[in-house]
């Protein structure tokens, strides 16, 4: 079993920043893809950004040029550095990774439970 644990959302202005943390524990393990999604109220869960084990990265268009993930694989823990903040960034942020679990030979995907991101007008 893998958890995900996400921390540093809050409530910022427009045009401010925040950065999102997200660290997976568990045991005999290893991670593939690590992203982090959002879900405002009334809309769908969206993709804001991946990465993989290779550090490749994939943005949403609506991010591009603002948001920065990252990656530290010795911590399983990856980031999302958010500048330029706009009121349509307003959401939960989700933290998910595709795993490798070395007990039972195969993929399982899993999901943190969520950080608050608010900003104001």
């Known amino acids: 079993q893998v958890q995900l644990v996400e921390s540093g959302g809050g409530l910022v202005q427009a045009g401010g920043s925040l950065r999102l943390s997200c660290a997976a524990s568990?045991?005999?393990?290893?991670?593939?893809?690590m992203a982090w999604y959002r879900q405002a109220p009334g809309k769908q869960r969206e993709l804001v950004a991946t990465?993989?084990?290779?550090?490749?990265?994939n943005y949403a268009d609506s991010v591009k040029g603002r948001f920065t993930i990252s990656r530290d694989n010795a911590k399983n823990t990856i980031y999302l550095q958010m500048n330029s903040l706009k009121p349509e960034d307003t959401a939960v942020y989700y933290c998910?990774?595709?795993?490798?679990?070395?007990?039972?030979?195969?993929?399982?995907?899993?999901w943190g439970q969520g950080t608050q991101v608010t900003v104001s007008a």
């Open positions: 998910n990774a595709l795993v490798f679990v070395r007990n039972s030979g195969a993929y399982s995907r899993y």
């Open positions: 568990g045991s005999d393990f290893s991670i593939n893809v």
């Open positions: 990465v993989n084990s290779g550090d490749s990265t």
